[in-house]
């Protein structure tokens, strides 16, 4: 079964619009992390934001804020005030604590577009 | 500033050949990673790695094997290279204090052809 779930293979934006990257995980550790990245067309992953489980606030970094809903295992990515630098591909990741050395486990990824 | 370091971007190999791809971090990070990526599927684990001589299979370890002497380098070999190992390779490593999470940081990439 998948554990991390993007189901939107692509969204389109425009500019200084929000936009949220949908993103379901699975699992049954108490304790994991949650993660998104971003993959501009040169290749590099970029990371951008953390949450962890026993976080009791929504992680905010700049312009991205990740929408954590603990109960429906989901941890969407809320993208403010689009630019179009933001065009990327975007994988929402989970790392879970249940013994050393955790594995990183990613999505399918979303490709964002983002139009002037 | 982190570095992961790939020694190759891009990478032209013939079927059958024995194939290394290397990685290198200077973070002296305890974990490391050996993804490959193709268009739809996203990052699918290989192998990672949680200590020297420490390895554990990912989620599609067939075809490859993983060599980690000493802590800064994890390497992927790929046994006898076939066309359906064409893809992106990305080698990541991350810090794994004890209870606590860490972000990857990634390496720029392989492209391997295998032709």
């Known amino acids: 079964a998948q554990k991390i779930t993007q189901t939107q293979p692509g969204m389109f934006v425009q500019e200084k619009e929000a936009v949220t990257l949908d993103c379901t995980y699975d699992?049954?550790?108490?304790?994991?992390?949650l993660f998104w990245y971003k993959q501009p067309s040169s290749g590099e992953m970029i990371f951008l934001i953390y949450?962890?489980?026993?976080?009791?606030q929504n992680a905010t970094e700049g312009r991205y804020s990740l929408n954590f809903q603990k109960a429906r295992k989901s941890a969407n990515l809320v993208i403010s005030a689009s630019q179009l630098g933001d065009s990327a591909m975007y994988f929402c990741?989970?790392?879970?604590?249940?013994?050393?050395?955790?594995?990183?486990?990613f999505g399918k990824g979303t490709t964002l577009s983002v139009s002037s | 500033d982190v570095k992961v370091t790939q020694s190759s971007r891009y990478l032209v190999k013939r079927t059958g050949e024995k194939v290394f791809l290397e990685c290198v971090q200077d973070?002296?990070?305890?974990?490391m990673f050996w993804y490959r990526q193709d268009p739809g599927l996203g990052l699918r684990l290989i192998y990672f790695s949680y200590d020297v001589k420490m390895k554990e299979k990912g989620d599609i370890p067939e075809g490859y094997s993983v060599s980690r002497e000493k802590k800064e380098r994890f390497s992927l070999i790929l046994e006898s290279a076939s066309t359906n190992q064409t893809s992106m390779y990305l080698c990541?490593?991350?810090?794994?204090?004890?209870?606590?999470?860490?972000?990857?940081?990634f390496g720029q990439g392989t492209r391997l052809t295998v032709v």
């Open positions: 973070m002296d990070h305890e974990n």
């Open positions: 949450q962890g489980s026993y976080d009791q």
């Open positions: 990541a490593s991350s810090l794994s204090p004890q209870g606590a999470l860490t972000e990857a940081f």
């Open positions: 990741a989970m790392r879970e604590v249940n013994q050393a050395g955790t594995a990183l486990i």
């Open positions: 699992t049954s550790d108490p304790s994991y992390g």
